[in-house]
């Protein structure tokens, strides 16, 4: 009888279901009237709706702003999964509360992530590595996908201030392209005066060199460049593989109220960075040396930099699947610039420059431009779908619009209006968008997640503080449509979508790879051993026992606990809280965590398992005891 009342209750949950209308904000009515997608005759709910027990087919990893962390949801339910930890304390994964993370995380308390990017082979993401920048410390982590956990943080990166403009990975994750937000006197610590902007101050593009194997990170050059405020970029592929592409605002180089005194210019500077070439430069010593790592100065090394004259005011710089076409918005202008990479290698040859700024060459804007695209008003970002159309985020109409990418008929170049095919209303202030492989050869072009920067009262009321709206837009047919929305913590700037076949984790730690010197898996093998003032505990973590369950320490002492989780079955995790001493740490199954602390005040402390693990998981405790000092001097 229980197994019929839960088909009927199951069986109403899915009627209901299929008898949702498609969610049709305002403005989109003409996108769900238009060609159906591969889902015809589906509901909106029926698209997204992913049964209990059955899986999504995408990851959707959204950087975490400053939170500091990055988000991982699955596609096409927008549902939360996970939480990666990266540049701050997060103590439900116990990250931050080891030595190997709190030595990872350093002094910096939190950081800013705006931009994850994924490693790729041969132009495809491989499913190896994401990249996160910190805008506020300067900083690049690595997380590992074999087991969705930050393995290094390298920073501050030297000569860069305000890493804004990463993470852009390169075809075969040879490099993390890297862009100064904010430019300062260097090398970094140089006092000037913000008056002397012009004169004192510079910014910088690098190269963080990623080992093919480990993904170790490390600085392998550097381009400097004028105080320019570098925003966001991408790299290239096929014919412009070797290349990458950044956006500048304020190449008025003004120091105060930028608001109204970067935006004077008609027009802004592209970085066009001949990313090969700084590698060879550095390699044959053509490049000085700033803060220890191998800085160029593109006035006397000719060939790794040129600017381009952009939109005013620009946000994002896309390169098309082809490597072709790259298109530049500027929040300022309704228009997307689209240039053609074969015209800019030509101009190069024919040295089309419109002058040059400190020794750099401009390239004419109209000898590589093919088109400006009327998208709307306020483009920011582009993606693509690999089928020759382009999306553009319209932060001020609150929209998404489709346009075809060139080569364009007699017809539509006369006319590029014809080349807008659709537009989408979204809620509200679209910032980023995002289609699945969107930077590679082959975007899989089924869903868009349109990230945007206001909700305005789209959820039940939770206060003044308001979360992100994000909303699943369906790009497969020649219409866009609206299937889902849901709202995430601030602040999802960018987001990257991987199949999930094409990522490997793993659910347990092999007892044969773990390595550490102090792991235990027997329990004859763990005890506590005193060394003078400091206290050295090897435990081990098993359901539903601690062993030792006794520690026995003294005020001042040192205590050093290393703690293995010896289960090999998958989902089994313990963590070890330590009551009033502000420690929780989180063992997955066949890891070993360490965590040293002072004993700074007397007492029984107990101690437990802070992860669910069993029937017998509130048994799972023990007791640290500290004695007084002058009680264990007698």
């Not at 191998?294 to 790794?304: C, L, N, Q, R, Y």
């Amino acid at each position: 009888m229980k197994h019929t009342v839960r088909f009927l209750l199951s069986g109403a949950a899915a009627a209901t279901l299929l008898t949702l209308p498609a969610c049709k904000p305002p403005g989109a009515a003409s996108a769900a009237a238009g060609t159906a997608s591969v889902s015809e005759g589906k509901s909106a709910a029926e698209r997204t709706w992913v049964a209990p027990g059955q899986k999504d087919e995408y990851y959707l990893f959204y950087s975490g702003g400053h939170s500091g962390q990055v988000y991982v949801a699955g596609l096409p339910s927008m549902r939360h999964i996970t939480t990666i930890p990266v540049f701050a304390k997060y103590p439900g994964t116990g990250y931050g509360f080891d030595e190997e993370t709190k030595a990872m995380l350093g002094d910096y308390t939190w950081g800013d992530v705006h931009h994850p990017g994924l490693s790729k082979t041969d132009g495809l993401y491989d499913g190896r590595w994401l990249f996160v920048n910190d805008n506020a410390n300067n900083r690049i982590a690595r997380i590992d996908l074999r087991d969705f956990k930050t393995k290094q943080i390298l920073g501050p990166i030297p000569n860069s201030m305000g890493n804004h403009g990463s993470s852009f990975v390169t075809d075969n994750t040879e490099y993390v392209l890297v862009a100064t937000r904010f430019s300062v006197p260097l090398p970094k610590g140089r006092y000037a005066d913000p008056a002397d902007y012009e004169k004192e101050f510079n910014g910088a593009v690098s190269g963080i060199r990623v080992d093919p194997k480990s993904g170790e990170m490390s600085v392998g050059w550097q381009i400097l460049t004028p105080p320019f405020d570098w925003d966001l970029g991408s790299t290239g592929k096929g014919p412009s593989s070797g290349w990458a592409f950044w956006t500048s605002y304020n190449t008025e180089m003004a120091h105060d109220t930028l608001e109204a005194n970067s935006t004077q210019k008609d027009r802004d500077y592209a970085a066009i960075v001949n990313w090969r070439a700084a590698e060879t430069a550095v390699r044959e010593g053509r490049a000085g040396t700033m803060d220890g790592v191998p800085m160029i100065d593109p006035a006397k090394v000719p060939g790794v930099l040129y600017y381009l004259p952009v939109p005013k005011s620009p946000h994002g710089i896309d390169t098309d699947p082809s490597g072709r076409w790259i298109v530049a918005s500027g929040k300022l202008q309704p228009v997307a610039s689209v240039f053609d990479f074969n015209k800019i290698q030509d101009a190069i040859a024919k040295k089309a420059f419109d002058g040059e700024f400190r020794g750099v060459p401009i390239i004419k804007y109209e000898s590589v431009l093919e088109g400006e695209v009327p998208v709307g008003l306020g483009p920011l970002h582009t993606q693509y779908d690999g089928q020759g159309n382009a999306y553009t985020s319209l932060f001020i109409e609150s929209a998404v619009a489709k346009w075809k990418l060139p080569p364009w008929s007699p017809e539509e170049r006369a006319d590029l209006n014809k080349v807008v095919l659709d537009k989408i209303a979204v809620h509200y202030n679209i910032g980023h968008l995002v289609i699945g492989g969107s930077d590679t050869r082959k975007p899989y072009g089924q869903y868009l997640v349109a990230m945007n920067k206001m909700s305005k009262g789209r959820h039940v009321s939770v206060g003044p503080s308001q979360p992100e709206d994000s909303e699943l837009i369906d790009i497969t047919g020649s219409k866009m449509q609206m299937l889902y929305e849901t709202f995430t913590e601030p602040e999802p700037h960018f987001a990257q979508i991987l199949k999930v076949s094409d990522a490997k984790p793993i659910e347990v730690y092999p007892k044969a790879e773990n390595k550490d010197p102090d792991a235990v898996w027997d329990q004859k093998d763990a005890g506590v051993v005193r060394k003078g003032k400091v206290v050295e505990v090897k435990m081990i973590a098993i359901r539903s026992r601690f062993i030792p369950d006794r520690v026995d320490a003294k005020v001042g002492d040192e205590l050093v606990i290393h703690v293995t989780n010896v289960e090999q079955t998958p989902d089994m995790i313990h963590g070890l809280g330590i009551v009033e001493q502000n420690v929780n740490v989180v063992i997955d199954p066949g890891e070993t965590k360490t965590v040293r602390l002072k004993m700074t005040k007397s007492g029984v402390f107990p101690f437990y398992c802070t992860n669910f693990c069993s029937a017998l998981h509130q048994e799972m405790q023990g007791y640290l005891a500290v004695q007084p000092a002058e009680v264990a001097a007698k």
